[in-house]
């Protein structure tokens, strides 16, 4: 997952009095601002100077630059997410808040789907797409300023991500927080823990089985104690965007027969 925003293309005059040289410093500092690529530029035009104060000519050029959106900008812009209650929204939501200093509240979330979760109400600053519309489509159309995208490879040129690098972006709050982003666990009913601890034990050891023939990948921790940074990091962020009503700790999502199967 990753945020993503559309290019944005733009008209930039400068100039200089007298001097090509700082025309063209003014067009390469332009060239190297984050997120910012320059597109075409015009001849450099001479213009004679208006006034009473004697002076050389002006050297005028017109450049076409093409922009994507900073994290900061995002504040008071609207973004696509397939629901906000998703697990991956809670994270980018995150990132964004404490790696980039974004106030949360003052985006507009614009969603595709229901809450996934039964009985969540969405805040006031979410809003639902029109039916039958496409989050991609709607990006490129300017109707998004951003949007939380599944595609590792963003689907068209004109789109950029937000995070310049999400891959070392990534290990960074990894290395940071000492945690996994988790996204997906499985889970067992209570009821099932308590009525059958023995299929629940069988489960544990196929999972178990599983991942070592997988080789045991380190993105994959298996377990509830492996896990349990990655549970604590989550169950704050959690708890902090009101997707839960309050903060729950590690050892009350795990039944006794889970423990049990971890022996």
């Known amino acids: 997952m990753r945020a993503a925003s559309s290019r ?138 951003a949007a939380i995208v599944a595609e590792r490879a963003l689907p068209d040129a004109r789109l950029a991500s937000v995070i310049p690098d999400p891959a070392a972006a990534a290990e960074a709050w990894r290395a940071k927080h000492r945690a996994l982003q988790i996204n997906h666990m499985v889970v067992v009913k209570e009821s099932l823990a308590h009525s059958d601890p023995d299929v629940v034990r069988e489960v544990w050891r196929l999972l178990a089985e599983s991942r070592a023939a997988a080789g045991a990948p380190e993105l994959n921790p298996f377990g509830w104690q492996a896990n349990r940074r990655n549970l604590e990091v989550a169950l704050e962020r959690i708890h902090r965007q009101g997707l839960v009503s309050r903060r729950y700790a590690v050892d009350e999502l795990i039944d006794e027969a889970t423990r049990a199967a971890a022996d």
Not at 70 to 87: C, K, N, Q
Request: glycine share 10%; aromatic share 4%.
């Open 8 to 145: 944005r293309s733009r008209a930039q005059q400068v100039g200089s009095s007298p001097g090509s040289a700082s025309v063209r410093r003014a067009r390469e500092a332009i060239g190297r601002l984050p997120g910012t690529r320059l597109v075409a530029a015009s001849a450099v035009e001479e213009t004679a100077p208006l006034g009473p104060v004697a002076q050389g000519p002006y050297l005028n050029q017109m450049l076409l630059i093409e922009t994507a959106l900073a994290p900061r900008a995002l504040e008071g812009r609207r973004i696509g997410v397939r629901s906000y209650s998703v697990t991956t929204g809670m994270w980018i939501r995150s990132i964004l808040a404490e790696d980039h200093g974004v106030d949360c509240a003052r985006v507009t979330w614009v969603t595709f789907e229901e809450a996934h979760v039964a009985g969540f109400r969405d805040p006031s600053n979410v809003e639902r797409a029109p039916q039958g519309k496409d989050m991609i489509a709607m990006l490129l159309a300017g109707e998004l300023d």
